[in-house]
């Protein structure tokens, strides 16, 4: 799956990382507790969440994070968008609850991480 | 012998800025062609750490040291300190209030992942006085 399908599959808005899309995505991790996100290694992974503070951005670089999808139709502010930008994370926003949005994503068959 | 060694202080009164020091840190490793899964770890347990010195304890400092067989990192802060060290490893044990969990933190999963994400931990703390973290990923 590429990050262009997620945003297909979720109706999302691409707020940056355009030159991202045809990117692919193996696994995804769908929480607002960003310790539990590092708590699990992932392989190009998206991350959906609900926060939208720059910590979202620093633990995706953290982990390798190519995408993050923020759900329930919120945006982050530009400074955020523009963090992610410069570390080569493409960052979506989908009107989708987290609930819908990781339900679509498994449906289309996107896993999850694996604990270390 | 050591390769390098870096040093960064941790601001304690801006959350926004929480997780420069391990960013700085991991593109420095990125860099010097240190392989992924090093740099990951490294980079974690940095993280949460740098997390841990600013919601618990003001900010602090943070410096990484490479040699030969291991990556050292040891974060360190002058803060309230940990009165249970062991009960403060455990997955769950959090006494951060709700104003950090709405920022994502407080799960009490910060020093199980810097315990997980290393080879060696090392927690000294003194009620009071400050809290010092010594962690090693070795090279292979
Ligand atoms: N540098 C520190 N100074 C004072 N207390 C600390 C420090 N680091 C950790 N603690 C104490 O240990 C507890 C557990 O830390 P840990 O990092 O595992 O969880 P957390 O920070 O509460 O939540 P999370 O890391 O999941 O966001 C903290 O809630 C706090 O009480
Ligand atoms: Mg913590």
Do not use: W
Request: glycine content about 10%; overall charge negative.
């Amino acid at each position: 799956m590429t990050i262009r399908d997620i945003s297909k599959l979720l109706n999302c808005k691409v707020l940056g990382g355009d030159d991202n899309l045809e990117h692919t995505v193996h696994t995804a991790c769908g929480s607002d507790l960003m310790s539990d996100v590092l708590a699990f290694v992932k392989d190009q992974a998206v991350l959906l969440t609900g926060l939208l503070n720059p910590q979202v951005v620093r633990t995706a670089e953290m982990m390798d994070i190519v995408c993050i999808v923020f759900v329930r139709g919120k945006t982050p502010s530009d400074e955020v968008v523009k963090l992610a930008n410069e570390r080569n994370i493409a960052t979506l926003s989908t009107t989708c609850s987290m609930f819908e949005a990781c339900g679509r994503l498994y449906a289309d068959g996107l896993r999850g991480g694996v604990l270390v | 012998m050591n390769i390098l060694e870096l040093k960064y202080t941790i601001p304690g009164d801006d959350f926004t800025r929480a997780g420069e020091a391990s960013s700085a840190i991991k593109r420095k490793l990125k860099q010097m062609g240190f392989p992924p899964d090093l740099i990951r770890n490294v980079s974690i347990a940095t993280y949460e750490g740098e997390i841990n010195s600013v919601i618990h304890a003001n900010g602090g400092s943070v410096s990484v040291s490479i040699d030969d067989e291991a990556v050292t990192i040891v974060i360190e802060d002058t803060g309230k300190g940990i009165p249970d060290i062991e009960k403060a490893m455990q997955e769950g044990f959090s006494t951060a209030p709700d104003s950090v969990r709405s920022l994502g933190f407080g799960a009490g999963m910060g020093l199980p992942n810097m315990k997980k994400y290393t080879d060696e931990i090392h927690v000294e703390s003194q009620v009071g006085k400050g809290t010092k973290v010594t962690m090693k990923c070795r090279m292979t």
